[in-house]
């Protein structure tokens, strides 16, 4: 009777430190990873810009689902500019940015961080020509003799990718404004970029001259990324988020989150 006592009160102890250090263990976790920052390419309406009330923060459509993403999985998520897009990448890449708020598949990229999935959004990449030089354009190839711009640290797809530095007279530059400027000034042939975005800025720069062959460069789809080099990367984590991504899917919450953006851009372009 008395060695049953004994066994009990060993277990008792046993069982109140094995749920002590869960618990420690927990609250480590948690506070190692009580906020994770976010950033991405901020020349990307609707889905990525500059706050005109508060320039360091991010809005637009991706900024409403990283807010869904944040209650979701029950960890902060600020959504910061942290520069431009290439700038972002850099960072990302040494871990000093936790997520990335939107990219396109490389192979290189991988190397630095891990893709979540599924994808949010599919995009299509346009060629932007000048109406007062028009050319015809079907596929690739067409642009050889061309001379072509676009954003520094761009991906259009792996294929293209490959395609354009072996095959492409096209010069980066550091900025979507800069890049439409250029060929409005006819210092360039042609742009390769995003049609919604470059739309949005087009207008706000107002530069009416261009226009977008219907026949995209390429079609790829936008992920959420996480720096290998990220404390908070944890399979964990990871697959919290991947199971919100499937959830916002199911429920089409992109479509929701386009049509705010769109209605936050024209209210701020007032």
């Known amino acids: 009777m008395k060695s049953a006592k004994v066994f009990k009160k060993i277990s008792a102890v046993c069982l109140l430190f094995i749920s002590t250090l869960s618990l420690s263990g927990m609250a480590g976790a948690s ?28 809005v637009g459509a991706i900024a409403y689902m990283i807010d869904d993403l944040s209650k979701e999985i029950g960890v902060k998520i600020d959504l910061l500019y942290k520069g431009p897009w290439g700038r972002v990448q850099t960072l990302v890449s040494k871990g000093r940015v936790d997520i990335t708020a939107g990219a ?11 893709y979540l999935y599924p994808e949010f959004q599919g995009t299509a990449t346009s ?5 007062n030089t028009p050319f015809e354009y079907d596929m690739w190839s067409d642009l050889k003799s061309l001379r072509g711009v676009t954003v ?27 890049g439409l400027r250029m060929l409005s000034a006819s210092r360039v042939d ?50 919290d988020i991947e ?6 899917n199911t429920q089409n919450r992109m479509a929701s989150y386009l049509q705010q953006a769109h209605k936050l851009w024209a209210e701020q372009q007032k």
């Open 104 to 114: 396109f598949y490389t192979k290189p990229r991988e190397d630095y961080m891990d």
């Open 31 to 58: 506070q190692h990873c009580a906020v994770m920052t976010a950033s991405g390419n901020a020349e990307y309406p609707p889905y990525l810009w500059r706050s005109p009330d508060n320039p360091q923060r991010l």
């Open 190 to 239: 042609y742009l390769i970029y995003e049609k919604n975005p470059g739309m949005a800025y087009a207008k706000q720069i107002d530069v009416p001259d261009l226009d977008t062959h219907e026949i995209p460069i390429t079609r790829q789809n936008l992920y959420l990324t996480v720096s290998k080099a990220s404390k908070c990367n944890t399979p964990e984590l990871k697959a």
């Open 127 to 131: 060629v932007w020509y000048n109406l």
């Open 152 to 178: 520094i640290n761009n991906s259009f797809g792996q294929e293209f990718d490959e395609y354009s530095a072996n095959e492409l007279e096209i010069k980066q530059v550091a900025s979507l404004e800069q």
């Open 243 to 248: 199971e919100a991504l499937v959830l916002f």
